[in-house]
């Protein structure tokens, strides 16, 4: 199968239930038509990591294998491992431009944005000796504070920074209102 999402997904929703969904069933959980799971069951059937049951072509039941376990598994490390990588190539990335902002000779910085990569980005800045002002956010993220940053809503921005790092899009029509001396994008837009 070409779609190791798929493939997982169809394994998983199977091992959950063993036995209690259908097809019809199974195209609800997976968000595909009942025609492409149907090939797909077929197809994990041949390889062997699923058991068709039944007679009745409209109530045959699903049931994964060992073999469908460990190919579920598999899967399931394989995307795991890819999205270790991409994260680690983004994180030195990111690295990489806020390095630049110390050579630069930047002294404060305010960040737009709370990603997977917005603490990494505040702890780098802390530890290089540059002052985060505050962490700018479009609504309120249930953090009234962070490492005693304040957070701000992007609506209220105040010039207290030399450069604002942007961890996301602004919202549109922002950009042209907010007067900073520089604005890093980050991932580059």
Known sequence: MEDPILEYSILEAVHETDGRLTQRHVSQRVGRSVS???FALRLLAAKGFIKISGMNPHSLRYHITPKGVLQKSMLAYNFLKRQSALYKEARNGLLEKLKALGKEGVHTVSVYGWTPLTETAILYLITDGI?????????PVG???CNRIPVRLIDEFEPDCEVLLLMEDLPSGLEEKIAVRKMICFPVA
């Open 36 to 38: 492409s799971v149907n």
């Open 131 to 139: 002052s985060v002002s505050a962490i700018y956010v479009e609504r």
């Open 143 to 145: 953090l009234a504070h």
